[in-house]
């Protein structure tokens, strides 16, 4: 199974997305990435968002885990969604790091009707105008003392 890790980041009511055109449409992507084996989920994070966008990001809790089943051009990928608290810097795609044309500013109230990928537009709406926000806590190591 593939793990991809990305996160959101809002700012007045828009979340930024990387900008693709797929099947003669534009889709947008929430910034991540595959994981490599034995790297972080975190790190993969700060790398992707350095390395594609340019930024320092700082991430929080987990807002949605989602599982794709595999396809005859994709594994089966479990997505794991973190909240970006804060990026440092301005957002810029890196051409020599990535095949996005751009980054979008999404309105929220639009992730119902936009192709996003993970396809979690209408979970994200419902998780961003919620009047009382809860995510996941985020272990890092969940066996740091060892089995008991």
Not at 21 to 34: C, E, S
Not at 70 to 94: M, W
Not at 100 to 107: A, D, F, Q
Not at 115 to 134: M, W
Request: net charge negative; hydrophobic share 40%.
């Amino acid at each position: 199974m593939r793990i991809r890790v990305s996160a959101v980041f809002e700012r007045d009511k828009e979340i930024l997305c990387m900008k693709y055109f797929y099947g003669g449409k534009d889709v947008f992507a929430l910034p991540g990435g595959g994981v490599d084996p034995d790297t972080p989920l975190k790190e993969t994070l700060f790398e992707e968002w350095k390395d594609e966008l340019g930024v320092k990001v700082e991430i929080g809790g987990i807002i949605l885990i989602g599982e794709a089943p595999a396809t005859k051009r994709h594994p089966q990928t479990l997505h794991i969604i973190f909240e970006a608290l804060e990026i440092y810097g301005t957002p810029r795609i890196r051409t020599e790091s990535t095949h996005s044309i751009g980054i979008e500013w999404v309105p929220v109230e639009k992730l119902r009707d936009y192709a996003i990928y993970p396809d979690v537009g209408k979970k994200l709406y419902d998780f961003l105008t919620a009047t009382r926000k809860t995510s996941l806590e985020f272990i890092e190591n969940c066996m740091e003392r060892g089995f008991l």
